[in-house]
T-cell receptor, first 115, second 114 residues
Framework: NAGVTQTPKFQVLKTGQSMTLQCAQD?????MSWYRQDPGMGLRLIHY???????DQGEVPNGYNVSRSTTEDFPLRLLSAAPSQTSVYFC??????????????FGAGTRLSVL | GEDVEQSLFLSVREGDSSVINCTYT??????LYWYKQEPGAGLQLLTYIFSNMDMKQDQRLTVLLNKKDKHLSLRIADTQTGDSAIYFC??????????????FGKGTRLSVIA
């Protein structure tokens, strides 16, 4: 199984550019999430989804949009990139089942630099 | 609100035991988790403990939970250089509908000295 696949692995943007970070999972997980990881800040939740067609904001949603048109895909869009969005971005997914619903499976991350 | 606190760094000698500590604020937490992040990779689940347990052991890993003090610890016996990584504590609260993803601590960077 591929698990959670994120593309691209690395990206450099100029301030003001837009782009989409892709995330796909092949485990039929209902829950998907986007986090950013910054030194000394740990993981901060950007947006999450509990199923196709349903999304909600996390701790740091400003500057990012998401959509969930299918169970498999959960793209993260940067509308107008800013240097403060330089970070490592992780996508994660999990089952909705009672015990395992919060055992999250993470992608390998996208390292984004905004100049 | 929910908050998870961890010390940022821990250094141990190879073969010694490592103890990584975590405190949380939500007394209604039902499950508590330990994740491991190796360099350049995403997080992977190490182990988890249900809130009605005091201890869980899995090979070299021992998780201790003190609900009264809201304190969680991860002990790694016979620490190896391959254990060098960042370890994250995380919790889920029973108060929400279960839709909110995990709340993570900032992570403890474990360095193992050969």
């Amino acid at each position: 199984n591929a698990g959670v696949t994120q593309t691209p692995k690395f990206q450099v943007l100029k301030t003001g550019q837009s782009m989409t970070l892709q995330c796909a999972q092949d485990m039929n997980h209902e829950y998907m999430s986007w986090y950013r990881q910054d030194p000394g800040m740990g993981l901060r939740l950007i947006h999450y989804s509990v199923g196709a067609g349903i999304t909600d904001q996390g701790e740091v949603p400003n500057g990012y949009n998401v959509s969930r048109s299918t169970t498999e895909d959960f793209p993260l869009r940067l509308l107008s990139a800013a240097p403060s969005q330089t970070s490592v971005y992780f996508c994660a997914s999990s089952y909705k089942g009672a015990v395992a619903k919060n055992i999250q499976y993470f992608g390998a991350g996208t390292r984004l630099s905004v100049l | 609100g929910e908050d998870v606190e961890q010390s940022l760094f821990l250094s141990v000698r190879e073969g010694d035991s490592s103890v990584i500590n975590c405190t949380y604020t939500d007394s209604s937490s039902t499950y508590l988790y330990w994740y491991k992040q190796e360099p350049g990779a995403g997080l992977q689940l190490l182990t988890y403990i249900f809130s009605n347990m005091d201890m869980k052991q899995d090979q070299r890993l021992t998780v201790l939970l003190n609900k009264k003090d809201k304190h969680l610890s991860l002990r790694i016996a016979d620490t190896q250089t391959g254990d060098s990584a960042i370890y994250f504590c995380a919790e889920i609260s029973s108060r929400n509908s279960g839709n909110t993803p995990l709340v993570f601590g900032k992570g403890t960077r474990l360095s193992v000295i050969a």
